[in-house]
C-alpha cells in the first residue's frame, strides 16, 4: 500500500524495547533519547494455519531488528507480521498533543454525521448509539450481523455517504484500496480505531478526520491488553483517545 509507504519514509529509526502479540491488540513499545513510546495495532490472525507453517518470521528475535525494519512488516502478506509492523509505525511516529484534541471517534462521528448519511465500516460499539443522531446509518463488516452490511456492498451504497468512517483495521488487513475508489470525491471521510496512524500524510489520502489512541501509561495498559483486555479495557488502563483535524475543516 503506498500510504503505508509514505508513511514509512517519515519515520525515525529507534531501538526495539518490547513485542507483545495479545488476544485483541498488539503492541510495539519502542525506545528513542532515553523514553519509551507504545503503538498499538489490531491483533488480526491468519486465515489459515497449516501445520508448521510459520505465522511471524523470526519470532523470538525480533527484538534484536531495527524499528524500522519492524515497522515495514505492516507491508506483509502475513496478517499477523502487518499486526506487528502497524503497531510498530505507530510506536515510531512522533506525538504532536498540539495538532490533537482530546475527542473520541463517536463524538466526532455523531457531530459530521448529523443530518447526513453515514457508513461506517467497521462494527463498533458505539454504533448503537448513533441511531437518531445521523440521518442514515450504513454499518460494513467482513462478518456482518443482523442490519449490517458486507464488504461486497460497499461499491452501491459507499457512493450514496457523506459521511465515510473507515476502521484502521483496513491497513492490517489490506482492504482500504478496495474502498476508497467507491467513496465520492466530497464525502468526509475519517479513519478511526488503535491502528490508525495518526499523522498528517493521511490527509494526502483524503481523510480529514483521523481519530487513533496515543498510549499514555504504557505498563497498565500493556498488562491489560497481554491478559485478553478489549480496547474499552486498555484505554481506561492508560490510553488517550485522540482526534486530528485536517487544516481548513470547522466541523468539530
Avoid at 165 to 173: E, P, S
Amino acid at each position: 500500500m503506498k500510504l503505508i509507504e509514505d508513511i514509512l519514509s517519515t519515520l525515525v529509526d529507534a531501538k526495539i524495547n518490547e513485542i507483545r502479540i495479545g488476544l485483541h491488540w498488539t503492541a510495539v513499545i519502542v525506545e528513542r533519547s532515553g523514553k519509551l513510546s507504545c503503538g498499538l495495532a489490531s491483533t488480526v490472525n491468519n486465515e489459515a494455519h497449516f501445520e508448521g507453517a510459520v505465522d511471524v518470521e523470526g519470532a523470538g528475535n525480533l527484538t534484536s531488528k531495527s524499528a524500522l525494519k519492524i515497522a515495514r512488516m505492516a507491508l506483509s502478506a502475513s496478517m499477523i507480521e502487518s499486526s506487528i509492523g502497524i503497531a510498530a509505525i505507530n510506536a515510531l511516529l512522533i506525538p504532536d498533543p498540539g495538532q490533537w484534541v482530546d475527542v473520541n471517534a463517536e463524538h466526532v462521528i455523531a457531530t459530521v454525521g448529523e443530518g447526513k448519511n453515514v457508513a461506517i465500516i467497521g462494527s463498533f460499539p458505539f454504533v448503537k448509539r448513533l441511531n437518531g443522531k445521523v440521518k442514515g446509518l450504513y454499518v460494513f463488516d467482513l462478518h456482518p450481523m443482523e442490519g449490517e452490511y458486507s464488504p461486497e456492498q460497499a461499491s452501491t451504497i459507499l457512493p450514496q455517504m457523506d459521511v465515510i468512517a473507515i476502521t484502521g483495521m483496513t491497513l492490517v488487513n489490506k482492504t482500504l484500496d478496495s474502498l476508497l475508489p467507491h467513496c465520492k470525491a466530497n464525502a468526509i471521510k475519517m479513519m478511526l480505531g488503535p491502528s490508525t496512524f495518526l499523522s498528517p500524510v493521511m490527509y494526502d489520502y483524503g481523510f480529514q478526520l483521523i481519530s487513533g489512541a496515543y498510549v499514555e501509561n504504557i505498563p497498565p495498559a500493556l498488562k491489560t491488553m497481554s491478559e485478553g483486555g478489549t480496547f474499552k479495557q486498555v484505554h481506561r488502563a492508560g490510553v488517550r483517545l485522540v482526534t486530528m483535524t485536517q487544516p481548513g475543516l470547522t466541523t468539530l
